[in-house]
Structure formats: structure tokens, C-alpha cells
Nanobody
Framework: QVQLVESGGGSVQAGGSLRLSCAVS????????MGWFRQAPGKEREGVAG???????IYADSVKGRFTISKDNAANTLYLQMNSLKPEDTAMYYC???????????????????WGQGTPVTVSS
């Protein structure tokens, strides 16, 4: 069974930065399409950023220019660098993986079979 474990969440002030990591086991990140999602209290889970097996990236409009998704194939780890954080970025952040969650399907929760447990991010004003 593929396992995803997120880390790196925390509390920061607005304008600060965090880097989230997602360690993957029993799978190879270079073969998967992967994504970062977030879910704020009372809201639906939403796609933040996606990356395909070739390293092509895509972002939600709300984070473009501030967040960067990347992966280290040697370390089998997915990252999300978050800069210029805003209070509205406060949420639980999840990484996800699947062979078929690519292209236009990247932001759909139902595109992914494998999920991590989440890491919390709190941004204060």
C-alpha cells in the first residue's frame, strides 16, 4: 500500500514562509502525478498545486506566484514551498498521488487514490 506522510506545517505570521514535505513509500514519485490540497474548517478540500511525472506543474489561481510545488525523485519526496502566506491560506494541507491524476484532472479529489494524513498550517494576521 502506498504511504504518504506530510510534515512541515506550523504557525506563521502573514508574509512568512513554510515548506511542506510529503515522504512517499511503496511507490516512486517519478512515476506518479501528485498534488497538494488544502481544507479549511467548514470548507471543501481544494487543489493547490499539481505536478506530473515529467515535472510539469500547475497551480490554483489563489496561490500562483506564491507557492511552488516540486519533487525530489532521489529522495522520493514531494514539496510545497509557500511564500507570502496570507491568513486565508490557513488550512490542513494534504498530499496526494495517483497514476491518472494528471492534466485537467489534477485538482479533483476523486482523481487520487492515495492520501497523506495532513499537516496543519495557520497564518495569523
Amino acid at each position: 500500500q502506498v504511504q504518504l506522510v506530510e510534515s512541515g506545517g506550523g504557525s506563521v505570521q502573514a508574509g512568512g514562509s513554510l515548506r511542506l514535505s510529503c515522504a512517499v513509500s511503496r511507490a516512486t514519485v517519478s512515476n506518479y502525478c501528485m498534488g497538494w490540497f488544502r481544507q479549511a474548517p467548514g470548507k471543501e478540500r481544494e487543489g493547490v498545486a499539481g505536478i506530473d511525472s515529467d515535472g510539469n506543474t500547475i497551480y490554483a489561481d489563489s496561490v500562483k506566484g506564491r507557492f511552488t510545488i516540486s519533487k525530489d525523485n532521489a529522495a522520493n519526496t514531494l514539496y510545497l514551498q509557500m511564500n507570502s502566506l496570507k491568513p486565508e491560506d490557513t488550512a490542513m494541507y494534504y498530499c496526494a498521488a495517483d497514476y491518472s491524476a494528471c492534466g485537467r484532472l489534477w485538482s479533483r479529489v476523486t482523481s487520487y487514490n492515495y492520501w497523506g494524513q495532513g499537516t496543519p498550517v495557520t497564518v495569523s494576521s
